[in-house]
């Protein structure tokens, strides 16, 4: 019933939805004015060709990333039902037959419930948009790699969200939060600028960002084929460039991230922040 609460709490505040997603409509705003033809001018200049396929391939890539940035800002708002309860109604819950660490696992839940509602609507949209742009649908494994995408990315979003609000205790800091959190969470993932087109420590920065690696699992799996057919008649080492300057994977030295290494690293850092979380609010009487 705490669960159910918070989800309803979160879509009855319409103002909290939008901001939620504030971040997507900014990303989709800066790629329709200029991100748009910047990129797909770019892929031109790589190719040595034009093709109808570059911008349905730029397209699908600035939408992988905004799936991801879903998962973290949607989160992050459904959270904010629980910073508003600290400052307003703790003491009634503390009072209440509940014990106190399933009041806590009910804003857990919630959040991600949310965070996986709104990240799978915003995977429709991109779906739907992909196939209106005359782009390819994925097969059943790369539906598969979403589906796998979009659960690691809620619980890896939710999880670093969560654990810094155990340390927010009034609606204005959190105000504070989000907005900081919407302003650089586009740079963070890359997708505002392409890593290859970034200084080198700049670069590093987002490949240590475990979020980063949510967006390269959805351009993966997004991205992929239509990737493959574009640079079919191009050098191998034409994709492989491409994929790295455009975040689609990482490298590390010589070694280069791929779908599974970015799914260890989201699953291992959700364990990490959740464990964090639990020491934190303990220390703390959350």
């Known amino acids: 019933m705490l669960v159910k609460r918070n989800i309803l709490l979160f879509y009855r505040d319409r103002a909290n939805v939008f901001f939620s997603l504030l971040a997507v409509i900014i990303i989709i705003g800066l790629y329709v004015l200029f991100l748009g033809d910047v990129a797909e001018q770019a892929l031109r200049q790589q190719l040595g060709f034009d093709s109808d396929k570059i911008g349905v391939v730029m397209a699908g890539m600035t939408m992988a990333g905004m799936v991801a940035v879903t998962s973290v800002t949607s989160s992050l708002g459904a959270v904010g039902i629980g910073i508003s309860d600290k400052e307003r109604a703790a003491k009634d819950f503390y009072t209440s037959p509940a014990p106190r660490g399933k009041i806590t696992l009910a804003y ?8 996986f509602i709104m990240t799978l609507a915003a995977l429709v949209i991109v779906l739907a948009y992909i196939a209106l742009s005359g782009g390819a649908m994925p097969g059943a494994a ?10 690691l990315s809620v619980l890896c979003g939710n999880a670093i969200v969560f654990f810094v609000s155990t340390f927010v205790n009034s609606q204005n800091a959190f105000a504070s939060l989000s907005t900081v959190v919407g302003t650089l969470i586009g740079f963070l993932m890359g997708i505002y600028i392409p890593i290859g087109q970034l200084p080198e420590a700049v670069g590093w920065v987002i490949k240590c960002f475990p ?5 390269s699992m959805f351009k993966q799996a997004l991205s ?7 640079f079919r008649n191009a050098p191998p080492e034409s994709l492989e460039a491409f994929r790295e300057t455009f975040g689609v994977v990482f490298r590390y030295g010589d070694f280069v991230s791929g779908f599974w290494f970015s799914a260890l690293v989201l699953a291992a850092t959700t364990v990490l922040f959740y464990a964090a979380s639990l020491i934190a609010a303990k220390a703390r009487r959350l």
């Open 108 to 115: 857990v839940f919630g959040s991600a419930a949310v965070g």
């Open 142 to 151: 790369g539906f598969a790699r979403m589906f796998l995408a979009s659960v």
């Open 224 to 230: 992929d084929g239509e990737l493959a057919a574009l």
């Open 211 to 215: 979020m980063s690696h949510a967006a």
